[in-house]
């Protein structure tokens, strides 16, 4: 995962969120799913950022032509983990 700058129309994930929430950095969604939905909608965020925490995945991330040019950060200083998706 890569510390990239962030852009102005991105979606905010933390463990502690609630996939009801805006994705926003005071409201983040909880899940990447969640994020990866929020992404696809039209005119959507291209730029997913993830906060510290631990991030269990029930099934392998699945990403496909909507995905193209989306970017997955972690938030600065942060160092969220991805586990799982067997």
């Known amino acids: 995962m890569s510390h990239l700058p962030l852009q102005a129309a991105s979606i905010?994930?933390?463990p502690t969120?609630?996939?009801a929430?805006?994705?926003s950095a005071g409201r983040p969604?909880?899940?990447l799913n969640a994020?990866?939905?929020r992404c696809r909608q039209p005119g959507g965020a291209r730029t997913i950022i993830l906060h510290e925490g631990v991030y269990p995945l029930a099934a392998p991330?699945?990403?496909d032509a909507?995905?193209?040019g989306l970017t997955l950060v972690a938030a600065p200083g942060e160092s969220p983990v991805l586990y799982g998706g067997a």
């Open 12 to 14: 905010h994930v933390s």
């Open 17 to 19: 969120g609630s996939d």
């Open 21 to 23: 929430a805006p994705g």
């Open 29 to 31: 969604l909880a899940t």
């Open 35 to 37: 994020a990866l939905a």
């Open 61 to 63: 991330l699945q990403l």
């Open 66 to 68: 909507r995905d193209s």
